[in-house]
Structures are given as C-alpha cells and as structure tokens.
Nanobody, 120 residues
Framework: VQLVDSGGGLVQPGGSLRLSCAAS????????MAWYRQAPGKQRELVAR?????????????NYADSVKGRFTISRDNAKNTLYLQMNILKPEDTAVYYC?????????WGQGTKVTVSS
C-alpha cells in the first residue's frame, strides 16, 4: 500500500488549495478514503471522508467535520486512484499537516503528509 500526498503550500487567508493523494496497492474504488490533519501541538483530526459509492453515486458519499463544511470538498477519481481535497476560503486555523488515509481490513494506512500554512 502506498499513499502519496501532495499539493500543500503557503496561502493567504481566503485563498484556495487542492490536495491530492495518489494511491497504489489497494482496491481504490471499494476503499473508504479520508483526509485528516494535525496542527502543531494538537491531535490528528478527521477533516473529511468519502465512502465508496455505487452506480447512483459513483463519486461516493462524503461527510465533513463541522469546521470545514461549506469550504472544503472531498472527491475521488477511481479511474486515477486519486483522492482530492479542494480547500476554499482558507483560514489561519486550517494550518496543519494534512494526511491521506485509507481504511483497509488490515488497518489504517497513511500518506506522508503535506503541509498547509495559511498566513498573511
């Protein structure tokens, strides 16, 4: 299993970033995927996750932490085995290292993380 996170960087408040997670070694289409984040001195927290969908919901079923609802969008491209997190209206409190997560029967698997800094 390999998860490679990318897309982080420095952005001003109110700006946008898109994170990507390229997955390999898993049956991506049938795997629940998520983004977590960990700010300095804080515990890792769930940001958003997307449950695999069916023919009626090919993009899966997303849900979000209250703190990011209406600003962040999680999506998956099963053809590319890639998970995305579109982050809009970024706030300083969104500053953290963001990690991709795959929930497998063998346990949780993590990307290496990508750092997001929101600052003027």
């Amino acid at each position: 299993v390999q998860l490679v996170d990318s897309g982080g960087g420095l952005v001003q408040p109110g700006g946008s970033l898109r994170l990507s997670c390229a997955a390999s070694g898993i049956n991506f289409s049938f795997t629940m995927m998520a983004w977590y984040r960990q700010a300095p001195g804080k515990q890792r927290e769930l940001v958003a996750r997307v449950i695999p969908g069916d023919d009626l919901t090919p993009g899966g079923i997303p849900n979000y932490a209250d703190s990011v609802k209406g600003r962040f969008t999680i999506s998956r491209d099963n053809a590319k085995n890639t998970l995305y997190l579109q982050m809009n209206i970024l706030k300083p409190e969104d500053t953290a290292v963001y990690y991709c997560n795959a929930a497998l029967g063998s346990g949780n698997h993590w990307g290496q993380g990508t750092k997001v800094t929101v600052s003027s």
